[in-house]
């Protein structure tokens, strides 16, 4: 089955660190760019930024440069977003999604299940 | 930068035709996508390059664009439609830009 899973639900304190995965399964992982959408309690999607599992280029978004890091470890098809100082509007849900593969393609063809983070000040 | 603006809400009964819109003066030169997210669910993709449909998407899905608008349209609205729609567009270089999503409710 074509999938990608994320870890679990998080809840930190500000001022603490944090790094989530997003596993991808079922496909040539490596192929295909892996993106991470922000969607704050109530609120819309927000893309943070994409990166590409083969040569990890990475691209982000002008609101997100500077507050997270995307990375990926494609020996175990895994992408990663990680905070190195958590604050309380970091409190959302992120989602990972693969960018599907056709040339010129902007879009996402197959989401994670998201991560919950929750943080308290 | 810009913004893709889409209507808060729509609401239409059971088995009647819903349309939802997404303007912004870059989607004349830009294709849009369309994502469904039900409640407490991750989005799913419903329509690519304006007006394609996604695998496995029924086929009261369409969409269609005129100039610096593009419209989703369910047809035949079921109760399991229901939920928030997000359109979606980039250029080449520039950042993806989600609209602020339309919550869809049948009544």
């Known amino acids: 089955e074509v999938q990608l899973v994320q870890s679990g639900a998080e809840v930190k304190k500000a001022g603490e660190s944090l790094k989530i995965s997003c596993k991808g399964s079922?496909?040539?992982?490596?192929?295909?760019?892996i993106g991470w959408v922000r969607q704050m309690p109530g609120k819309g999607l927000e893309w943070m930024g994409t990166i590409y599992p083969g040569d990890s280029d990475t691209r982000y978004s002008p609101s997100f440069q500077g507050q997270v890091i995307i990375s990926v470890d494609k020996s175990i098809n895994t992408a990663y977003l990680q905070w190195s100082n958590l604050q309380a509007p970091d409190t959302a849900k992120y989602y990972c999604?693969?960018?599907?593969?056709?040339?010129?393609?902007?879009?996402?063809?197959?989401w994670g299940q998201g991560t919950l983070l929750t943080v308290s000040s | 930068s810009y913004e893709l603006t889409q209507p808060p809400s729509v609401s239409v009964s059971p088995g009647q035709t819903a349309r939802i819109t997404c303007s912004a003066d870059v989607l004349a030169n830009q294709y849009a996508y369309w994502y469904q997210q039900r409640p407490g669910q991750a989005p799913v993709l419903v329509i690519y390059?304006?007006?394609q449909r996604a695998s496995g998407i029924p086929e009261r899905f369409s969409g269609s664009s005129s100039g610096t608008t593009v419209t989703l349209t369910i047809s035949g609205v079921q109760p399991e439609d229901e939920g928030d729609y997000y359109c979606?567009?980039?250029?080449?270089?520039?950042?993806?830009?989600f609209g602020g999503g339309t919550k869809l409710t049948v009544l």
């Open positions: 079922g496909y040539k992982f490596s192929d295909y760019w």
């Open positions: 979606q567009s980039a250029d080449r270089s520039g950042p993806w830009v």
């Open positions: 390059e304006d007006r």
């Open positions: 999604a693969r960018r599907a593969m056709v040339v010129e393609a902007h879009y996402f063809d197959l």
